[in-house]
């Protein structure tokens, strides 16, 4: 099993930054792919950014790439979004998940365990 719980989220103004934390607990968190997903009201979840164990590799969706920033800290079993540019479409429940597998961590079943998530906020 792997606890997850997100934290770093918030209200923020239109062109803001906010960064995600993803405290982990429980199994070798470094053994786990970690990806980020949200989900605003009505819509299904999304995929937004994935890093692979040791952080050698990491995935974007198109809507964010080059504005967020995923990371991770194996010390610290933590996984992080830096998020930039924040536009009002960004608000949704962000959720953090870990995967066993690399190949397809841009879809949902490939995960595992997810976090309760935590709400962003971005007014225009």
């Known amino acids: 099993q792997v606890q997850l719980v997100e934290s770093g989220g918030g209200l923020v103004q239109a062109g803001g930054s906010l960064r995600l934390s993803c405290a982990a607990s429980?199994?070798?968190?470094?053994?786990?792919?970690m990806g980020w997903f949200r989900q605003a009201a009505g819509k299904e979840r999304e995929f937004l950014a994935a890093?692979?164990?040791?952080?050698?590799?990491?995935a974007y969706a198109d809507s964010v790439k080059g504005r967020f920033t995923i990371s991770r800290d194996n010390a610290r079993n933590t996984v992080y979004l830096q998020m930039n540019s924040l536009n009002p479409e960004d608000t949704a429940v962000y959720y953090c998940?870990?995967?066993?597998?690399?190949?397809?961590?841009?879809?949902?079943?490939?995960?595992?365990?997810w976090g309760q998530g935590t709400q962003v906020s971005v007014s225009s």
């Open positions: 890093i692979s164990w040791s952080a050698g590799s990491t």
């Open positions: 998940a870990a995967a066993r597998t690399w190949y397809i961590v841009k879809v949902t079943p490939a995960y595992d365990y």
């Open positions: 429980g199994q070798t968190f470094s053994r786990y792919a």
